[in-house]
């Protein structure tokens, strides 16, 4: 493996090369951990189509669910951020499908997350308000608060989101995004903290914002499953 000035290195598993931080701890909360492959001995057969494997038909594992498959079943090569690869690599029809979702995540949402969002901040019960930048971290685990004072939120700490809406409009269309409310333990506390983020001046840019943030608690959820742990 090869470290890289910014703090990741190179590292070569069997199912590919990845980028990863220098240190374990600091891996983005999004991220999802490699799988335990199905052992060859145990795999007689494609867990697809049951196709038998023998010298003709190779068996090919899965980079995501880590199954074992016939070429047919798992001939898709598909970029996988999730898991810090550096190409695309072999997937499943159902785990490719599911990687191609995330990548508009990776391609159009995450960008606008780092970009940031002005809202009208609320830190617990407090009745005093503060306008602030609201923005992902490059490292993807925190949300910086920026405004006449600054604070952060680990992603890894909050336990629940909530996306507040303007209500129902005249046309009956569907309500937009208006604000957030999150329940989180800062470090070192012992109690949860709440966190209430409401639209400031453009409207729609925060809408937009809430929405790539809704996406992103969505794959904050599945990646802590994976980790119960952590």
């Known amino acids: 493996m090869s470290a890289l000035p910014d703090g990741k290195k190179l590292v070569r598993s069997p ?58 079943c798992c001939s898709k090569k598909v970029a996988l951020p999730r898991m810090c690869f550096v190409d695309p690599v072999r997937q499943c029809a159902q ?19 780092l970009g940031g969002g002005s809202f009208v901040a609320t830190l617990g019960t407090s009745e005093k308000s503060e306008t602030m930048m609201c923005r992902l971290s490059n490292n993807h685990r925190y949300l910086f608060m920026d405004g006449e004072s600054h604070f952060e939120v680990e992603l890894s700490r909050i336990s629940s989101m909530q996306i507040l809406t303007d209500g129902s409009s005249p046309g009956g269309w569907t309500s937009r995004a208006s604000g957030m409310l999150l329940h989180y333990k800062p470090m070192g506390a012992q109690d949860a903290q709440q966190l209430k983020v409401e639209a400031a001046d453009d409207r729609k840019a ?10 992103a608690a969505k794959l904050l959820y599945e990646a802590r499953d994976q980790r119960p742990s952590d």
């Open 206 to 215: 925060a809408a937009l914002w809430l929405a790539a943030m809704h996406k």
């Open 15 to 72: 199912s590919g090369l990845r980028m990863v931080p220098e240190n374990g701890a600091f891996h983005s909360p999004f991220s999802l951990n490699e799988p335990q492959w199905v052992p060859d001995k145990e795999c007689a057969r494609c867990m697809q189509c049951d196709t038998k494997f023998d010298f003709i038909r190779r068996k090919h594992h899965c980079r995501r669910c880590g199954r074992c498959f016939c070429d047919k």
């Open 95 to 113: 785990c490719s499908l599911a990687s191609q979702k995330e990548m508009e995540f990776y391609d159009k949402q995450l960008k606008v997350l």
